[in-house]
């Protein structure tokens, strides 16, 4: 089992920056991809950002040019600069890990943490 410990958000202005967080801990083999989902009241829960354990990043179109992922691999910790933050940026934030449990378990399974909250406001 994977768990997954998040931490940073919180309240902040329009234009503001927030740095989240998320260690995983716990019994696995490897970790592949971890990132970020975010869900807005009466909206979906989206894809922010995610990194693969060779370092390759996807941004949802909405955050590029202003947050950055980056990770930790010795650490298995994920990290998110969000900068120049919008109102419409607001929502809980999950970190997210794909992860196999033993070098005979192929499977991949998902893990999520328990969200942190961040609000922008205008």
């Known amino acids: 089992q994977v768990q997954l410990v998040e931490s940073g958000g919180g309240l902040v202005q329009a234009g503001g920056s927030l740095r989240l967080s998320c260690q995983a801990s716990g019994s696995f083999f490897t970790i592949s991809a971890m990132g970020w989902y975010r869900q807005a009241p009466g909206k979906q829960r989206e894809l922010v950002a995610a990194v693969s354990s060779a370092g390759n990043i996807n941004y949802a179109d909405s955050v590029k040019g202003r947050f950055i992922i980056s990770r930790d691999n010795a650490k298995n910790t994920v990290f998110l600069q969000m900068n120049s933050l919008k109102p419409e940026d607001t929502g809980v934030y999950y970190c997210?890990?794909?992860?196999?449990?033993?070098?005979?378990?192929?499977?991949?399974?998902?893990?999520w943490g328990q969200g942190t909250q961040v609000t922008v406001s205008s």
């Open positions: 997210y890990a794909l992860a196999r449990q033993s070098s005979t378990d192929y499977a991949v399974r998902t893990y």
